[in-house]
């Protein structure tokens, strides 16, 4: 087959072309190694350009002698069935090797409706989908990222997980595959199961009772999550390729810290990720300057699960602005009400703001231990109303445990709240434009929530006109997901093995790249689970305390009991405070000094 980049007659075929062809400016150098990876990510380019992971991924191995790493995005629907119809197979996109000529190829789970894509991109790289049909001759599959921390819905897919962190686990994968450079899969598979955070599912079976429900696994220990203890000695890229056209977020990015003090009870990543590490604010100015210099970008954005609880941000910032060119400003996602500051509106400023207040009672953000109160709000909006801003963004969710009708009418005494804060300073000339966006509860592993049910359609559209009947301002703007896409994320978050089978049959109707609203069809999906006799709604009821869940027999440091206390603390509306005010015992402190 032919360098991809020749086939100037499938690109004059399908929308943008710049996604393909690779080149891009600041792109790695690469020749083919004796071990040679490639990193996918199941979205289309100019998402996947946006996403840290794959970058750090591909800074991992490649400081590895012997090895290269690779990139490959999924392709648009178009390009996909030009490929078919040409008979040509996916290929990398800076070496141009077909995928099923690497020795690992690596998936990122960072969404759970993703994962019908992962298997698009199989496909079409003529790779069998299932790990008990591919032999010595084909790559070994490989998945981590989030969404692997219950890795049983692909487990009939991929060779190996690695759960937690990657800097130094997909470093020992690589040695180790060197090392072992002809050994059979089966013998790597099994020494690579040694290393921590690796999960091989061959080498666990599932037992389940005649109701469904898991009996045990086959493990002797549970897989104890990779955790990179010292960002500021961990591998990161100085530079990174500018996209051909534009991404999602088109700027140098940094990630100040990893994890979050808070413990909100619906949020997974608040849990998969600790405990906090930050990184030191010389390793951080070292590295903005670095991507700045290396890429020509005009913004940083300084990343984490909460930036504003950086713990030096003032400095930072400080650091930042005498060390970057003058035209150089900084993004600071992920701010909370609470850690708004004046100082970072005028350093960030843009025309509108967006917060998460998730829920519209005081009552209901104790439930979820959302640590806000009325008076946060009331002086972050104030500061950002004098620093100019004319546009607030909000999120809730729909369906948290204990909600009432009461809590979600508390939603527009919030949007009323905002205009009367807004209005009260009769120099605000402008009119403010308040858009809400309101998403369907979905819950998820390792968190306190993980046992609750999901409600169902009936129940969010009547929520949905309980809010459309009281938000008729004019400039306020209600926007709502859909909810059968939440009930797939739903189902594939807290699935088992079984899933794997809806999966298969969902990409042989014709589902992928179902994270595009205009992509998912729920028809196929539920024709899907009724071909293969899986009850969606086995999956979104409330999970019985006492229950083997699927993804159990991962060890992510943070203890059950701990969780399980939270989730009786939601119900009397109990709020645990951040980490920063003492160690509330979560479990990571007895492998991890938290230093807080």
């Known amino acids: ?166 800097e130094d686990s997909m470093r020992e994968l690589t040695e180790l595959k060197l090392k072992l450079k002809g050994v059979s899969k089966s013998r790597f598979l099994i020494e690579a199961s040694k290393i921590q955070g690796v999960y091989v599912p061959s080498l666990v079976e599932v037992k389940y009772k005649e109701n469904g429900l898991i009996e045990g696994f086959s493990i002797k220990e549970p897989i104890k999550k990779a955790l990179c203890a010292d960002l500021d000695k961990a591998p990161f890229p100085p530079s990174q390729a500018v996209a051909n056209c534009e991404s999602v977020f088109d700027r140098a990015v940094i990630e100040v810290m990893r994890g979050c003090y808070r413990g909100c009870r619906f949020c997974q990543a608040g849990f998969i990720y600790r405990p906090v590490r930050a990184r030191g604010v010389k390793t951080l100015t070292e590295q903005a300057c670095s991507l700045i210099k290396n890429t020509g970008f005009d913004e940083v954005g300084l990343n984490s699960l909460s930036t504003g609880d950086y713990p030096n941000l003032k400095e930072l910032i400080k650091e930042l602005k005498e060390n970057l060119p003058e035209d150089v400003s900084l993004a600071l996602p992920s701010l909370r009400l609470d850690s708004f500051d004046g100082e970072f509106v005028q350093e960030t400023r843009k025309s509108s703001l967006t917060f998460a207040p998730e829920a519209g009672t005081q009552r209901l953000r104790d439930v979820i231990n959302k640590d806000i109160t009325e008076e946060d709000v009331e002086r972050g909006l104030n500061m950002a109303f004098d620093n100019g801003y004319t546009g607030i963004k909000l999120y809730f969710m729909f369906g948290l445990p204990t909600e009432t009708d009461e809590d979600i009418i508390g939603i527009c005494n919030i949007v009323d709240k905002i205009r009367k804060i807004y209005s009260a300073n009769p120099q605000r000339a402008r009119r403010l434009r308040i858009s809400v966006s309101a998403s369907t509860f979905i819950p998820k592993p390792f968190t306190p929530f993980q046992w609750e049910r999901q409600i169902g359609e009936e129940e969010v559209s009547r929520k949905v006109e309980l809010l459309r009947s009281r938000l008729f301002h004019k400039n306020t703007y209600l926007s709502w997901n859909d909810f059968a896409l939440s009930q797939m994320e739903a189902v594939i978050a807290r699935g088992d093995r079984k899933i794997g089978k809806v999966l298969q049959k969902a990409y042989e109707k014709g589902c992928y790249l179902d994270g595009w609203t205009d992509k998912f069809n729920p028809t196929l999906w539920n024709e899907a689970f009724l071909e293969t006799g899986v009850d969606k709604e086995f999956y979104t009821r409330e999970l019985g305390e006492d229950e083997i869940l699927p993804w159990d027999f991962i060890d992510i440091f943070v203890d059950k009991k701990f969780l399980l206390n939270e989730r009786k603390k939601a119900y009397s509306a109990t709020v645990t405070g951040s980490c920063k005010s003492g160690c509330k015992g979560c479990g990571i402190q007895k492998v991890y000094g938290c230093n807080l």
């Open 1 to 166: 087959m032919g360098e991809f980049r020749l086939k100037e007659s499938i690109l004059k075929r399908v929308e943008k072309p710049s996604r393909y062809v690779g080149g891009e400016y600041g792109v790695r150098k690469k020749s083919k190694a004796d071990f040679n990876y490639c990193i996918c990510f199941p979205d289309v380019y100019e998402v996947g350009m946006s996403n840290l992971s794959i970058r750090i991924v591909e800074e991992v191995i490649s400081r590895v002698d012997g090895a290269v790493c690779d990139r490959c995005f999924a392709p648009w629907d178009d390009l996909g069935k030009e490929l078919k119809k040409e008979g040509e197979l996916l290929t990398s996109l800076d070496l141009k090797m077909p995928l099923k000529d690497f020795d690992m190829v690596g998936f990122t789970l960072q969404y759970e409706m993703s994962f019908t894509t992962i298997l698009y991109m199989l496909d079409l790289a003529g790779i069998p989908l299932k790990r008990e049909e591919r032999g010595e001759d084909y790559p070994i599959i490989q998945a981590g990222g989030p969404c692997a921390v219950n890795p049983e819905p692909l487990a009939d897919f991929i060779d190996l997980f690695v759960i937690g962190d990657g």
